[in-house]
């Protein structure tokens, strides 16, 4: 069974500064997607980053990025320069990649405070 | 504006009394799930589907039906709501191609008393 571990379930950070949301996984899959999500107060699920489990680059998108390292089975997402709008709860979700499934597999979240 | 739908956004019901949560895309979607999420736990899958008239149980489907008559449609239904089912539910739609972005509605906020 998959299963996903974020371990901090609150963090505080300040502005400007760069902050890693821990995650890690495990799975028997050879093949696999890990995505995060961002779930502000209003309560909306938004997707910000996709990692397959054969990039052999980790996955980029604008302030954020995901630190894959496959032999610990971690894809920690990197916030450069948080800025207040970035306070919110985020989700580590994985899917493996074989036709039908469809599940996605989610951590229990970290809820992220930026402090001006 | 490429979207899913859920409605209504927020609901209090009563023991018993039948409810539907309805939602739907318009991205031409094959896949759609819905999720459950209560605090400390995540989201959880309850049921999804594949394509019309092919659905599947997820990890919590007790309690639950749904329905896939059209491709854009994937109603939840509460057949008798317990106190237990009070919680934020939320539909997604998702493309054939399983290294894609599942698309979330806005959720639902449902409290059974």
């Known amino acids: 069974a998959q299963k996903i571990t974020q371990t901090q379930p609150g963090m505080f950070v300040q502005e400007k500064e760069a902050v890693t949301l821990d995650c890690t996984y495990d799975t028997s899959d050879q093949s696999y997607g890990l995505f995060w999500y961002k779930q502000p107060s209003s309560g909306e699920m938004i997707f910000l980053i996709y990692q397959g489990s054969y990039d052999e680059q980790n996955a980029t998108e604008g302030r954020y990025s995901l630190n894959f390292q496959k032999a610990r089975k971690s894809a920690n997402l990197v916030i450069s320069a948080s800025q207040l709008g970035d306070s919110a709860m985020y989700f580590c979700a994985m899917r493996p990649i074989i036709q039908g499934a469809q599940k996605l597999v989610f951590g229990q979240g970290t809820r992220l405070t930026i402090n001006p | 504006e490429a979207q899913v739908t859920q409605n209504p956004r927020y609901l209090i019901t009563v023991t018993g009394k039948k409810l539907t949560v309805t939602c739907s895309q318009n991205m031409n979607h094959e896949y759609m799930s819905w999720y459950r999420q209560d605090p400390g736990l995540g989201l959880r899958q309850i049921y999804y589907?594949?394509?019309?008239?092919?659905?599947d149980k997820g990890d919590v489907p007790e309690g639950y039906k749904v329905s896939r008559k059209e491709k854009r449609n994937f109603p939840l239904i509460l057949e008798s709501p317990s106190p237990n089912q009070t919680s934020l539910y939320f539909c997604?739609?998702?493309?054939?191609?399983?290294?894609?972005?599942?698309?979330f509605g806005q959720g639902t906020r449902l409290t059974v008393v």
């Open positions: 997604a739609s998702s493309l054939g191609q399983l290294n894609t972005e599942a698309f």
């Open positions: 589907s594949m394509n019309v008239e092919v659905t």
